[in-house]
């Protein structure tokens, strides 16, 4: 099947800082990108929807300037984390959209805030 | 709006076991509906899918049933085996519609 990558697979930094996470799909191109939030043992919150060469739509409740997502090229999607907290720790997937009600997703990334 | 509810977890089983967890959902129209699975440590990969009513979706002994007259879409495996440990999310998603997921359903097999 299709790969999407995942780059870093884990993250440590300090409070205040900010972060980039890489979503790449290897095998096909991809218009619209995904962003998941998930929290130790619940299930996968999307934050925003990504399209290639357009804004990203946010879900209610996430702070597009906080979260900041770009989606550059066809086959990658980066999401930026501001201005980093503890309460921004969590493990990030991004899934690329493959055809009609098909994704494919990245291993995560695990964000620890110091 | 579109909904997915999960057999509570977590679940646990001797090696061999049959398995099923349980997956209703509330649609407006008519959702293409699929199983994930999430080892440890590791992002999403899709187990199987059906798009239509009666479809049964199937994949690594693993089987759902598209059930419109239930809105369930149940998943069931006949022997499960130790390697099947993982945490399982059903969900849906409608024509250029996002991913709707349930809670998740943590499975543990024993030997």
């Known amino acids: 099947g299709a790969v999407v990558s995942q780059h870093p697979s884990r993250v440590i930094c300090k409070s205040g800082t900010s972060v980039k996470i890489e979503c790449r799909s290897l095998?096909?191109?991809?218009?619209?990108m995904f962003w998941y939030r998930q929290f130790p043992k619940q299930s996968l919150m999307l934050m925003a929807t990504?399209?290639?060469?357009?804004?990203?739509?946010?879900e209610q409740g996430v702070e597009k300037d906080k979260f900041l997502i770009n989606h550059a090229s066809l086959t990658l999607s980066t999401l930026t984390v501001t201005s980093a907290h503890p309460e921004d720790s969590s493990f990030y997937i991004c899934?690329?959209?493959?055809?009609?009600?098909?994704?494919?997703f990245g291993p995560g990334t695990r964000l620890t805030v110091l | 709006g579109n909904s997915v509810t999960q057999m509570e977890g977590p679940v646990t089983l001797s090696e061999e076991a049959f398995l099923t967890i349980n997956c209703t959902y509330t649609?407006?129209?008519?959702?293409?509906l699929f199983w994930y699975v999430q080892y440890p440590g590791e992002g999403l990969q899709l187990l199987l899918k059906?798009?239509?009513?009666?479809d049964k979706g199937s994949n690594k002994g693993f089987e759902a049933t598209y059930r419109k007259e239930t809105t369930s879409f149940h998943l069931e495996k006949g022997s499960v085996q130790v390697s099947d440990s993982a945490v399982y999310f059903c969900?849906?998603?409608?024509?250029?519609?996002?991913?709707?997921f349930g809670q998740g359903t943590r499975l543990t097999i024993n030997p």
């Open positions: 899934s690329a959209e493959a055809g009609l009600d098909t994704q494919y």
């Open positions: 095998d096909f191109q991809a218009t619209t």
């Open positions: 990504s399209n290639e060469g357009s804004k990203a739509t946010y």
């Open positions: 649609a407006t129209g008519y959702p293409s």
């Open positions: 059906a798009t239509k009513a009666d």
């Open positions: 969900a849906l998603s409608e024509r250029a519609q996002k991913l709707v």
